[in-house]
Nanobody, 114 residues
Framework: VQLQASGGGSVQAGGSLGLSCAVSGSTFGINAMGWIRQAPGKQRELVASITSGGYTNYADSVKGRFTISNDSGNYTVHLQMNSLKPEDTAVYFC?????????WGQGTQVTVSS
């Protein structure tokens, strides 16, 4: 599976951004989609996920501010990010879970200035 994230950019604190993910190649076995981010000097963090059944889960750091969604009938996934904070600055990667393993593609930079 190939995953391409888009929609990143720069915004001031309190602003909003939306990310999208295009999926291509074999989607066999995908049981969830998600967004992973990595900030400089920090570990990679799964911030949001959505299962094939529509169940969503969020990291505590983004609950109430981020919303993950997917398009009906395909694996396209979106992340709406509101009330952004400087600590949300990171490279965001679209990810797919096959069985229990997450795979991700090229990311998109999100920069939040104070």
């Amino acid at each position: 599976v190939q995953l391409q994230a888009s929609g990143g950019g720069s915004v001031q604190a309190g602003g909003s951004l939306g990310l999208s993910c295009a999926v291509s190649g074999s989607t066999f076995g995908i049981n969830a989609m998600g967004w992973i981010r990595q900030a400089p000097g920090k570990q990679r963090e799964l911030v949001a996920s959505i299962t094939s059944g529509g169940y969503t889960n969020y990291a505590d750091s983004v609950k109430g501010r981020f919303t993950i969604s997917n398009d009906s009938g395909n694996y396209t996934v979106h992340l709406q990010m509101n009330s952004l904070k400087p600590e949300d600055t990171a490279v965001y990667f679209c990810a797919a879970r096959i069985n229990r393993d997450w795979s991700w593609g090229q990311g998109t930079q999100v920069t939040v200035s104070s």
